[in-house]
């Protein structure tokens, strides 16, 4: 199919036939789709749309009957030139882990991959995409195996985390019992190859008087695109995530190919550059252990030597197979000396437990269907025995 365009700025986009979806938009676009389709009076529009701003992230309300303290007339406005209607979740899966994976369409050919994992550290996080597909083709990644179709808009971003509160009844925002506590920025894509919507998203979903979740609690990982990793500490003071896997350039040039362009030199430099970096707002490393190709004893040394005066934490991932996978997992033990080498080098380093392994939700294996057949359409074939 023929990829789209990547220039999605919401003032440039086409303006679809159909009632326009108010969900995930930012401040400043309420603002603007008051004045110009609502004909609300610009004086008025910055009230009008911090109304409607918390109906929408504070309540999550997808009637505009309930917006109690909007005028009839201009409810009837609302409901005629705008929608508050999600995306359409193209299937649900639940995990016997309690892992919850979402098919989101947004539009034909364009869908993507949302997974919640309950219960991390006595929190929940939410794994959101950037992008539908991936251009960096990193050798253990489902992902990596999906062309890029085009970046996701902030609203679709921002969508992701609507659509599983609504799922989950987190509505009205509460600073109690929440089970979505964290966001990362780990499904598919490159979150900083789409920067200018991550950014505008994140202002979305950690808005005090919205979903108010704060910045701390969100993490962006990048697979190292050096350039923009100061940006994005500037522009969302949000937490760090580095996409590693290897501790030489030989390995990670193979691993991660992206790494040909920023090798690690450069990388480590730009990560020693971010933004607020201390003890209490440390670089996560996530490290996919991946049998006889990076587990030695001799890796886990040199990845200590490497981090070396960065305040740093290490995820250590188990490798999640998909079908035709060039890799297999490293054999426990491997893992825990591996582990032992860097805990005692002063570096926490819990290893991952797989989650939703069962419905490939796990790290690595979200794939959308959307330039092959539906998902939804060959599972179930799957289930009812035919040949897709």
């Known amino acids: ?75 009837k406005v609302l409901e005629e030139k705008f929608t508050l209607a999600r995306a359409e979740i193209v299937e649900r ?24 994992i309950p219960d991390v550290a006595r929190s929940g996080a939410l794994c959101v995409s950037s992008q539908v597909g991936c251009t960096l083709t990193c050798t253990f990644c489902h992902t990596g195996t999906q062309k890029l179709v085009r970046n996701l808009t902030a609203a679709e971003i921002a969508q992701q985390v609507m659509i599983a509160r609504d799922d989950l009844a987190e509505w009205p925002t509460s600073n109690e019992d929440r089970k979505i506590t964290n966001i990362v920025f780990m499904g598919m894509g490159e979150p900083l190859y789409n920067l200018d919507h991550v950014s505008d998203a994140i202002d979305v979903i950690s808005d005090n008087e919205g979903m108010a979740i704060g910045r701390r609690r969100i993490t962006v990982s990048t697979s190292g695109v050096v350039p923009k990793i100061g940006e994005l500490g500037e522009r969302t003071r949000t937490m760090l995530a580095i996409s590693l896997h290897a501790t030489n350039d030989e390995l990670r040039n193979e691993l991660v190919p992206l790494n040909k362009k920023y090798p690690l030199d450069q990388l480590m430099e730009a990560i020693r550059a971010y933004p607020d970096l201390g003890n209490s707002k440390r670089v996560t490393f996530e490290y996919v252990m991946l049998k006889g190709v990076n587990d030695s004893p001799a890796e886990a040394r040199a990845l200590v030597k490497l981090l070396k005066g960065v305040p740093a934490k290490i995820n250590l991932i188990p490798f999640n197979p998909w079908p035709d996978s060039p890799y297999e997992c490293s054999d426990w033990d491997t893992i825990e ?18 989650r939703g392994r069962d419905i490939f939700a796990a790290c690595g294996q979200l794939k959308s269907e959307s330039v092959k057949q539906r998902a939804s359409e060959r599972r179930k074939a799957e289930r009812a025995g035919e040949t897709p």
Do not use: C
Request: avoid cysteine; charge should be neutral.
């Open 93 to 116: 899966l639940v995990s016997v882990d309690g892992t919850r994976k979402y098919l989101i369409r947004f539009a034909p050919g364009v869908e993507v991959e949302t997974v919640f």
């Open 337 to 354: 000396t591996f582990a032992d080498i860097v805990n005692r080098a002063g570096y926490a380093s819990p290893i991952r437990t797989p």
């Open 1 to 75: 199919m023929t990829a789209h365009a990547l220039n999605l700025d919401f003032s440039n986009r086409p303006v679809e036939a159909g009632p326009i979806p108010l969900a995930g938009l930012t401040r400043a676009q309420l603002r603007d789709v008051l004045v110009e389709h609502a004909g609300v009076d610009e004086k008025k529009a910055k009230m009008r749309a911090d109304q409607l701003w918390r109906w929408i992230y504070h309540y999550g309300v997808t009637s505009f009957d309930e917006m109690t303290n909007i005028s009839k007339d201009l409810r």
